[in-house]
Every structure is written in C-alpha cells, then in structure tokens.
T-cell receptor, first 115, second 116 residues
Framework: QQQVKQSPQSLIVQKGGISIINCAYENTAFDYFPWYQQFPGKGPALLIAIRPDVSEKKEGRFTISFNKSAKQFSLHIMDSQPGDSATYFCAASGGLSGGYQKVTFGTGTKLQVIP | DARVTQTPRHKVTEMGQEVTMRCQPILGHNTVFWYRQTMMQGLELLAYFRNRAPLDDSGMPKDRFSAEMPDATLATLKIQPSEPRDSAVYFC??????????????FGPGTRLTVL
C-alpha cells in the first residue's frame, strides 16, 4: 500500500514537445505529492508539489495534474527543452508511519529531450 | 546559498572495510534523511532523524549499518563491514518539520560508494 508506481521508465521527446510522466498510488492517506528532478551526478531537487485539494498546479512549463478518485497524478512538461533532460521522481507522503509522514518515491523516469 | 554537504563525494574500498559517510544538514533544519540509490532499487530510505533523534531506521540493514547524529550539524552513516552489494550512491537530505508533516527535503550531492 506504500508503493508509488511510476511510468514510463524512460522517455524520449523532441524539443518543443510535451513530456508526460504518470504515477499511481494506493494509500488513500497520502496527502502530499511532490515531484523531484535529478541531474546526473546531483541529488534530487524539488520541482513542484501538489496537495489533493486541487486538481492541477502549474509552475512555468511544469504542470501537475491530480485525479483523486483514480489515485493518479502526472507531470506535464510543456515546450520540453534539452535542459530538461534528467530523471524525474514522483513521490507521496501522508498518514503516519512510525510517528511521521514517510515519503515514498516512485522508481524514476529518465527523460531525454532531443533537439 | 544554503545547501546540504556530504563527504566524501566518492569512496572506493575493499570488502570488509569500514566506511563512514558524513553529512552536514542545512543550518536550522531539524530533520535528516539517509537514502541509498541504485539502478535496481531506486531511492530507498535508510534512516530518518528528527531533532537528532532516530525515528525510523527500518530500511537499514541493522547488522552492518548504523546512523547517528552526534550534533545538529553532523549526521553520519557507517557501514561495517562493507560488502560489494553496498555499492550505491548514498544521499543525505535535510528539511524543516514543524510536527508530523513532511516538508521539502533538500538533498546533498551524494557519496558514490564502490566496494570491491
């Protein structure tokens, strides 16, 4: 129930195209859904996050769409650029596990944006 | 520019040797996480500290791994004895928690460990 399933594992998109990464969860206690971006040789960094009281959050070219009933959320990168090439992790947290809200990460999507 | 620092950045050691990784969380942060990242398993939580107290180390192999926070500016992860299967990138992350809620985690650059 703590799993967050992420797809696809890898993604190749043309420059200017839309990149879409999907995640699904089972635990209905989750109430915080961040996305992290990781460049090679670096640690993950928070990109954008959403709480389930809204269905969409947009920050620049990055948008999270959230479907509470389907227990799914996705990251859309509009006008994808070669500089967006990185590994993206979805995550979820909420409920209590050992007295704190544990963050569960998806398995990651390696995005390559080609010119 | 506040950031989490980790040392060493790279470590190559032989099986059986002790490995100690260090992390300096962002000043003022009260939570510290240790993660291990591999291609096969992705990001795995090893340990979690809040206000220097260990709250969760269920993801850590207890027989060989240990994590401590001697003070608020230093977290350590020790492996003794190390094994080839411990080869991975180990990340430390810190954050500011006002209670049970999970705030943004700020990751360090990682320690790439290779055990021969």
């Amino acid at each position: 129930q703590q799993q967050v399933k992420q797809s696809p594992q890898s993604l190749i998109v043309q420059k200017g195209g839309i990149s879409i990464i999907n995640c699904a969860y089972e635990n209905t206690a989750f109430d915080y859904f961040p996305w992290y971006q990781q460049f090679p040789g670096k640690g993950p960094a928070l990109l954008i996050a959403i709480r389930p009281d809204v269905s969409e959050k947009k920050e620049g070219r990055f948008t999270i769409s959230f479907n509470k009933s389907a227990k799914q959320f996705s990251l859309h990168i509009m006008d994808s650029q070669p500089g967006d090439s990185a590994t993206y992790f979805c995550a979820a947290s909420g409920g209590l596990s050992g007295g704190y809200q544990k963050v569960t990460f998806g398995t990651g999507t390696k995005l390559q944006v080609i010119p | 520019d506040a950031r989490v620092t980790q040392t060493p950045r790279h470590k190559v050691t032989e099986m059986g040797q002790e490995v100690t990784m260090r992390c300096q969380p962002i000043l003022g942060h009260n939570t510290v996480f240790w993660y291990r990242q591999t291609m096969m398993q992705g990001l795995e939580l090893l340990a979690y500290f809040r206000n220097r107290a260990p709250l969760d180390d269920s993801g850590m192999p207890k027989d060989r791994f240990s994590a401590e926070m001697p003070d608020a500016t230093l977290a350590t992860l020790k492996i003794q004895p190390s094994e080839p299967r411990d080869s991975a990138v180990y990340f430390c992350a810190s954050g500011l928690s006002s209670g049970i809620s999970t705030d943004t985690q700020y990751f360090g650059p990682g320690t790439r460990l290779t055990v021969l």
